[in-house]
Every structure is written in structure tokens, then in C-alpha cells.
């Protein structure tokens, strides 16, 4: 079992930038990869940006070069930094662990207003 605990949402405005966090606990090493995933209105849930055990990223089209994700291993805490914020981020964004099962936080609102 893993625990995953967002934090960090909230509302900016157009070119501004939020940073999430998602704390992640339980079963750590069964962990192969973690993600953030993004819910609008309406609309379903989509990947935004991935990171695997040996480091790979993976982006979706739509953040590339404004969203960066890492993390630190030390404190089991997985980010997504976002810069250049647009209205169409907004959306409930939900972290994911694969391990191998899947795995979802409660997830955190951000709204981007123009």
C-alpha cells in the first residue's frame, strides 16, 4: 500500500507560477514510477508529467518546457514546478504512483485566471 498526500494548489493568476507537492508513504520501494495528472471540468484525467526509478520524464505536449517534475528521495516527496501558467491548467491535479498497482492522492485544485 502507498499513501500519496498533494499539496501546494491554489489561485494565481496567467504567467504565475504554483509548485505542487505530493508526499508519498507506506510501500516506497514498490514504487516504479510516479506522475501528476490533471482533471478539468468536465474533461477526463490526463497526464501532465511523469518520472520513472531511473529518472526518465515524460511531459505532455501542452507543459512542455513550462512544468518541470522532480523529486527528493530523502523526504519521499515527488514535485511538479509550473511556470508560465495558462487558464487551461486549471483543473484538479492528482498524484500517481505505480507499485505496481496504481496509486492516487486526493488531489489539489488549481485555478489559473486570465
Known amino acids: 500500500q502507498v499513501q500519496l498526500v498533494e499539496s501546494g494548489g491554489g489561485l494565481v493568476q496567467a504567467g504565475g507560477s504554483l509548485r505542487l507537492s505530493c508526499a508519498a508513504s507506506g510501500s516506497i520501494f514498490s514504487i516504479n514510477a510516479m506522475g501528476w495528472y490533471r482533471q478539468a471540468p468536465g474533461k477526463q484525467r490526463d497526464m501532465v508529467a511523469a518520472l520513472t526509478r531511473s529518472g526518465y520524464t515524460n511531459y505532455a505536449d501542452s507543459v512542455k518546457g513550462r512544468f518541470t517534475i522532480s523529486r527528493d528521495n530523502a523526504k519521499n516527496t515527488l514535485y511538479l514546478q509550473m511556470n508560465s501558467l495558462k487558464p487551461e491548467d486549471t483543473g484538479v491535479y492528482y498524484c500517481?504512483?505505480?507499485?505496481?498497482?496504481?496509486?492516487w492522492g486526493q488531489g489539489t485544485q488549481v485555478t489559473v485566471s486570465s
Open positions: 500517481n504512483a505505480v507499485a505496481p498497482m496504481n496509486y
